[in-house]
């Protein structure tokens, strides 16, 4: 099972949007055009389909569901480049 970061540890090890958006631009994410303004896309490697994976953050970090979508951001990289969540923390 792949351990996951709950969006409440995200108090122990606080991270902003701007963090999360370097590591992605340093680790040849794009961005993508999205038409809500509240939420950034990136598109990156692609699933076992072909499909290239997006992930979605929130353009700030006070938003009622940020914690959540950060979070989520980060299990989801952890998943793909087979590292613990706190490996992709400390990278951000």
Not at 26 to 39: D, Y
Not at 43 to 67: H, M, R, Y
Not at 68 to 83: P, S, T
């Amino acid at each position: 099972m792949t351990e996951k970061v709950l969006s409440d540890e995200l108090h122990t090890h606080p991270l902003k949007v701007a963090d999360i958006v370097s590591y992605l631009n340093h680790n040849g994410w794009q961005a993508v055009a999205h038409p809500n303004k509240r939420l950034l896309v990136f598109q990156g490697a692609s699933d076992d389909s072909g499909n290239s994976i997006q992930l979605v953050l929130p353009s700030q970090n006070t938003f009622e569901d940020s914690e959540r979508l950060l979070a989520k951001v980060i299990n989801q990289l952890a998943a793909i480049e087979d590292k613990s969540p706190p490996e992709i923390i400390g990278r951000c």
